[in-house]
């Protein structure tokens, strides 16, 4: 059992856990994920680590809600356990110096890349982020990214907050103004790290994305998570997560996420009246998937 | 035949036994069990067992036991069973292994202990699986585990991996009066045995009985820790005070063919779709949450001739599927396949398609898995295996309609403690390198043993490795030579 010491909400239906896991926490790098499992009958998923903290044996997670397991997840406070958390999964992000590094996240994705960005700046590139939400609320860790970014650019989908439009935007301009960009860290909804490979790739500016498969293990044994790179299958938890985006299928990444479309819609429709039945009266915020609608739902990576 | 001074305790005459036939092992109605994910095989009763056991010629030198990768006293138990001292045949068979219930069930005894057992010379082979199932079974009912009292040797072990290897060097070095923790990367313990095993050929609470045993004699488990990423092989020595570390981790990364529709929903490796099932309750949904494609009615095929492949599409066939078909480039002959899985699959309704491979998976044009192209093959020269290589005969290519395809054609070596422990050595194909003798790594106080040094393998060879590693280890951690 992990025992979560604390619980917020950085956004309708995005919630920070601090959970006490003392062998993840020491071991944590940037570009890493746990998966988890909330209760025996439960599945596993994927989850970021945002932050952790060595020191006191504690690892951050951020959770958006989007189906059945993530906002049973999210239902959770401080005080409670998860009954399995496993990790840290997958390769560490290659930090190095390169010189000018553009970091993108977008939605929940900005948790994700929030510990590379970090980890970037303290060696010593320049760092442009770029972060990315549907609307004003949504925007989560402003003032981390801000903390370690030597420019930060914000939009916002519908232009409740900064500037209207979508990270990609804010991409060409660096671009289009001459900036130079020795590598793009892009991780957010399939569309958006696409979108982005095809524009870096024209410019042959080094791109890194960090996948988002269907998972179960994480640990090399189950294949679940393949991704075809190059034409060939690699598996995201061994291989990756991240990976050279120029070199992704990304529509088949799209195609094998929906795989379970049905039964997750089902799971979580079955959830969600059992909750209306037991008359629950905690506020529940019904983000279905997000509004790209091609990522995994319950899916946080 | 029976030379040795002591006095057999069988009161069959020797010329009598050969007359006995090989009793049948109970099992469900193929029909019946095809339908549900109870155990095909029964188990013996305690007549059936003494009237099996009279059999045994109790050779002067048997080769039973020598053909044992875990060396288990056959003959000695055996008589025990006749004489029904149950329990002290138990005994017998723990001097030497710890899951004596578990392979009693999978092991591929026609390849071992009674491959060249005498009376198969003339008649069939005595039942040596089947009885130590039975003696197994008998223990846990009876509730009488001996725990062996041992001394503390104030020495620390750690065990990658629950497996059977793990298991096995758990279980050896306990009763040697060593601390033993073994660290676990899911979250239930047992590998293979609860995640790729079917509970119709290895029901889990017979895993977790015998895990309870462990337990019992003091063998301690971590789950969710993946060694390498957790912590590391250097940790575990440097910050945890182990004095030695065994690795087996087991199977890697499942292998797929490369060809063209491999990504399409609807195909999987073997190892995720037996994981879905056995480990995550998935057939179960949405009691459990694990979602895996519905079966019911749908066609499926298993790309593969060994023990996982027919795990798996056995399983198909209870989770509904209307037609189940093995497909396998080889003949009969060359199937690894345990030969009791590939009679009970027979029985079952299993279609064998042999001598034939996909060379491509075809869609529906929306991602979903609709046929497999599929070609005929004929046998050729051997080839590095020994074995006759399967070449596709021109022009024979048919389409399979197909709804589901697991692929079970191997694994090759998870990376992940090799690329994360400095120092060890591995082959040519990633697999870590142990000698055959003492599994003694390249690195001082690491052994490794299991699928992660020959390659996916059988139980009972990796719970071998498991018996020699712990010897050394023993041997290691009380001399302090290396």
New interface residues.
């Given amino acids: 059992m992990f025992k979560i010491i604390h619980a917020e909400f950085l956004a309708p239906g995005i919630k920070r856990f601090v959970i006490e896991a003392p062998r993840i926490a020491k071991k944590q790098k940037p570009g890493q994920f746990v998966i988890l499992r909330i209760y025996e009958e439960g599945e596993r998923i994927p989850v970021t680590i945002e932050n952790s903290d060595p020191a006191h044996g504690t690892v951050n997670i951020v959770v958006q809600s989007a189906g059945k397991t993530t906002q049973l997840l999210n239902s959770l406070n401080t005080g409670d356990s998860i009954l399995d958390v496993v990790g840290p999964l997958g390769k560490p992000s290659e930090i190095a110096n390169y010189g000018t590094v553009v970091v993108v996240g977008g939605g929940v994705g900005t948790a994700m890349a929030y510990p590379t960005a970090s980890a970037l700046k303290k060696a010593g590139n320049r760092v442009i982020s770029i972060v990315g939400a549907r609307n004003k609320e949504l925007v989560i860790l402003e003032p981390e990214m801000r903390a370690v970014s030597d420019a930060l650019m914000i939009t916002t989908d519908d232009g409740s907050y900064a500037d209207k439009g979508f990270v990609t935007d804010k991409l060409r301009q660096l671009i289009q103004n001459g900036t130079r960009i020795d590598l793009v860290v892009a991780v957010g909804p399939i569309v958006m790290m696409r979108a982005i490979a095809d524009m870096t790739r024209k410019e042959n500016i080094h791109t890194v994305v960090s996948l988002n498969p269907i998972m179960i293990d994480g640990t090399g044994m189950c294949g679940g998570c393949r991704v075809m790179i190059d034409g060939k299958s690699e598996f995201a938890c061994v291989d990756g997560p991240e990976f050279d985006a120029h070199r992704v299928d990304f529509a088949v990444l799209v195609q094998r996420n929906s795989m379970y479309r049905d039964a997750e819609q089902r799971s979580l429709a079955e959830f969600q009246s059992a909750k209306v039945a037991a008359e629950h009266t905690d506020h529940v915020c019904a983000v279905p998937g997000n509004h790209q609608g091609d990522r995994r739902q319950g899916d946080q990576r | 035949m029976s030379t040795t001074a002591k006095k057999s305790q069988n009161p069959t005459p020797m010329k009598e036994r050969m007359k006995i036939p090989r009793q049948l092992m109970p099992e469900q109605p193929a029909l019946e069990r095809a339908h549900n994910y109870e155990e095909v095989n029964l188990g013996y009763s305690a007549e059936l067992a003494q009237q099996e056991a009279m059999r045994c010629l109790e050779c002067a030198k048997p080769t039973c036991t020598d053909n044992c990768p875990v060396g288990v006293n056959v003959k000695e138990f055996v008589e025990k069973i006749v004489i029904g001292d149950f329990l002290g045949a138990a005994a017998i068979i723990r001097r030497d292994n710890v899951l004596p219930a578990v392979t009693g069930r999978v092991c591929p005894q026609e390849d071992q202990c009674e491959g060249t057992c005498l009376l198969s010379k003339k008649v069939k082979p005595l039942g040596i699986g089947y009885l130590e199932r039975f003696v197994a079974d008998y223990e846990q009912r009876m509730g009488t585990h001996i725990i062996p009292s041992v001394t503390p040797t104030g020495k620390k072990v750690a065990v990658v991996g629950s497996g059977p290897s793990g298991l096995t060097v758990a279980g050896d070095l306990v009763q040697k009066g060593h601390k033993v923790r073994v660290f676990e ?3 239930e313990v047992g590998g293979v045995l609860v ?1 790729g095993i079917p509970e119709f050929r290895l029901p889990k609470q017979i895993v977790r009985e015998q895990l309870d045993y462990m337990r019992e004699m003091g063998v301690e488990f971590e ?4 060694v390498g ?3 590391t092989i250097d940790e575990l020595i440097d910050e945890e005070g182990y004095d030695a570390v065994y690795i087996g981790t ?5 292998q ?1 063919m ?1 060809i063209p529709g ?4 609807g195909v ?2 073997a ?2 779709f037996l ?2 099932i056995n ?3 998935a057939y ?10 519905d079966l019911k009615g749908k066609n499926v095929a298993v790309i593969g001739g060994g023990n996982t492949a027919l795990d798996a599409i056995r399983s198909a066939l209870r989770l509904g599927a209307r037609k189940a078909y093995v497909i396998y480039r080889r003949s009969d002959t060359e199937m690894p396949a345990r030969a009791e899985e590939v009679h009970h699959a027979r029985q079952e309704g299993i279609d064998f398609q042999m001598l034939t491979a996909p060379v491509e998976f075809l869609s529906d044009g929306k ?1 979903w898995l609709t046929a497999a192209r599929c070609v005929r093959m004929e046998l050729g020269e051997p080839d590095a295996s020994g074995r006759r290589r399967p070449v596709p005969i021109q022009g024979s290519e048919f389409d399979l309609p197909l709804s589901v395809a697991i692929i079970a054609i191997g694994t090759s070596a ?3 403690v090799q690329s994360t422990t400095p120092g060890l050595g591995t082959n040519k194909r990633g697999y870590i390198q142990a000698s055959e003798e003492t599994q003694r790594t390249t690195r001082k106080a690491v052994f490794a043993g299991g699928d992660i040094v020959t390659g996916s393998a059988t139980v009972i060879l990796a719970m071998g490795a498991g018996r020699r590693a712990a010897k050394s280890i023993h041997d290691y951690l009380t001399t302090g030579d290396w």
């Avoid at chain 2, 789950?223 to 993946?226: A, E, I, L």
């Avoid at chain 2, 491999?262 to 929903?265: A, M, P, Y």
């Fill in positions: 990367a899911l979250h995640y789950t969710d820790v993946v990423r957790t912590v087991g199977a890697g990364l499942p797929f490369n491999e990504h399409l929903n999987y490796s190892n995720e994981t879905r480990l995550m309750k179960k949904f949405p009691v459990y949450d694990e979602p895996m494609l991602g998870n990376p992940i």
